[in-house]
């Protein structure tokens, strides 16, 4: 398993950056919930526990986590789509970045910018071409310093 020791917040601890594992599952689905403003609701986690333990198993999701001494304090997710190929990304295969989340107290430590650019290193090896996500301006910055650029919004319409 690819992972790194990263020092953070100013040196004072020594955190895992690694891939999820399947025990990360309660984590990640209580990030998710979180995420989703939805933190007491628990009617949806066994769709939550089954669609991470699928996707993470049939590599349709990559999930990079920071561990604090055995505790998950920041994730991100990235859902593997494979499109028609395109001459800048012979692959087709793109990754959607989504569920970046960090625990208040590790905010604002450069643990996501580690996490996302171990992630890239990772995925590149995949032959994944291209990374798609959609930054809250708070997070803009980070993520133009490791290189993304501004892109025009979609339309979508719920099915």
Known sequence: MHSSHAEMSGGWSIMLIRKAVTTDIPQLIKFRKILLCHEDNSSMDEIFRNYFDSSLSDKSLVV????????????????????????????GLVAYTTNVFTIPDYRRQ???????????????????????????????????????????NYMSINI
């Open 64 to 91: 990079w986590v920071a561990d604090d001494e055995g505790v998950v304090v920041s994730t991100v997710c990235f859902c593997i789509c494979r499109f028609a190929p395109r001459f800048e990304n012979p692959s």
């Open 110 to 152: 450069g643990i996501v910018s580690k996490l996302v650019s171990e992630a890239i290193d990772d995925l590149k090896t995949q032959g994944i071409g291209k990374i798609l996500l959609h930054s809250s301006d708070m997070a803009k910055s980070m993520y133009e310093n490791l290189g993304f650029v501004e892109g025009k």
